[in-house]
Structure formats: C-alpha cells, structure tokens
T-cell receptor, first 115, second 116 residues
Framework: DAGITQSPRHKVTETGTPVTLRCHQT?????MYWYRQDPGHGLRLIHY???????DKGEVSDGYSVSRSKTEDFLLTLESATSSQTSVYFC??????????????FGQGTRLTVV | AQKVTQAQTEISVVEKEDVTLDCVYE???????LFWYKQPPSGELVFLIR??????QNEISGRYSWNFQKSTSSFNFTITASQVVDSAVYFC?????????????FGAGTRLTVKP
C-alpha cells in the first residue's frame, strides 16, 4: 500500500470555523491532490500540487486553500466552513520520480461534517 | 475540456452473471490516459487499470476485462462470472498529458450490487 496518511479521519465542526486537513506521504511522489466525494458527483478535484510551493486550483476550489511547504505534506484549509462543504475528502499522490500520468494512490479519506 | 460520463448509476446482478460497466470520455488531446478504480463498501479507492491513448489492445486480468475503443471514446469494464465481493462503486477517470497538471477527471461512478 502507498504510504499516504490523512488526518483527521473524522471531524465534526461548526459553520464558520476554520478547518485544516492534513495529507502526509512517505513515497516522495511529485503530485499531490485533494478531492471531495459527494453522491452523484464522483470525485471532484479541489486543488493540486505539482511541487513544493507549487499549487493550482481544481474544479471546485472556492472556499478552499492549500499549502505544500514540504514534499511529504499537503494541507487543505477551509477558511470558514459551510454546510455545503460536508463531504468525504480524499488526498491522492502520483508521479513517482517525475513520471507523468501514472495512476494515483489515495488516502483513506476524511469524513467532514459541518453543522 | 475533459469529461467522463458513466451513465449507469446503479446496476444489480445475480452472482455468476457477467456485467459491463460503461465509460464514455471527452477530450481534445491526442495523448491521454484512462483509469478504473474500485471503491468497496469500506470506502478506500483501489486502482484497477491504467491505459494510454495509443494502446487500444484489450486487457484481461482474471475475471476482469477492459475494452478501449477510441472510435467511440469508450473504455468499458466487464466482470465475468460476478461475485458478491465485486459489489462496489466503480469509477472511470481520464487524465490528459500535462507536465504541470497530472490530475484525473472522474465520472460519477457506477454502484454495482451482486446478489447471492
């Protein structure tokens, strides 16, 4: 199994509070991603990173920010959580040794509930 | 823009039946990659296969087979002699060849239920 750890695994938070989810990898993969999974939508890309301090927006980036200060860590922050951000969040990694378009490996997911 | 459509939201079969999951994609690129993932009830995402756009050869792995047809922009997945353990949500995904963006665009998924 790819070494990807997401924390926390479950979180309940109140509307308007900031929330940070962490993704940690031990595989030294170049690319890291944050997806959210919602019924009827599959997985949708929030933000991705193609290197340390190199990040860009995905399909559903509004209300989210990310940071990658080290190869192994990719943080997703909800600045002010809303109920529409209740979802399951998956971190993924890909591209070992700079290879392109390799398959992505996913973390276990974080179930976030905003009340 | 890239898009993946899995028109079958849910499929239910009886054990030992064959089942085909459809995947249709859209892309303007000539170089791209297609993937299938399985999400069992436990929730993790399991990689099944990766195929590049220049390789139209069908692939078989045990009871699983994949049919890639560029002419119809389809990458369908067949499970032969289905088993209860095949019950899961299956996702098809597309990735375009970009140096600075390696992301995958997923379909909405097909929930397969295999009844004993």
């Amino acid at each position: 199994d790819a070494g990807i750890t997401q924390s926390p695994r479950h979180k309940v938070t109140e509307t308007g509070t900031p929330v940070t989810l962490r993704c940690h990898q031990t595989e030294n993969h170049r690319y890291m991603y944050w997806y959210r999974q919602d019924p009827g939508h599959g997985l949708r890309l929030i933000h991705y990173s193609y290197g340390v301090k190199d990040t860009d927006k995905g399909e559903v980036s509004d209300g989210y920010s990310v940071s990658r200060s080290k190869t192994e860590d990719f943080l997703l922050t909800l600045e002010s959580a809303t109920s529409s951000q209740t979802s399951v969040y998956f971190c993924a990694i890909s591209a070992p040794r700079g290879a392109l378009n390799t398959e992505a490996f996913f973390g276990q997911g974080t179930r976030l509930t905003v009340v | 823009a890239q898009k993946v459509t899995q028109a079958q939201t849910e499929i239910s079969v009886v054990e030992k039946e064959d089942v085909t999951l459809d995947c249709v994609y859209e892309t303007r690129d000539t170089t791209y990659y297609l993937f299938w993932y399985k999400q069992p009830p436990s929730g993790e995402l399991v990689f099944l296969i990766r195929r590049n756009s220049f390789d139209e050869q069908n692939e078989i792995s045990g009871r699983y087979s994949w049919n890639f047809q560029k002419s119809t922009s389809s990458f369908n997945f067949t499970i032969t002699a289905s088993q209860v353990v095949d019950s899961a949500v299956y996702f098809c995904a597309l990735s375009e060849a970009r140096v600075d963006n390696n992301d995958m665009r997923f379909g909405a998924g097909t929930r397969l239920t295999v009844k004993p």
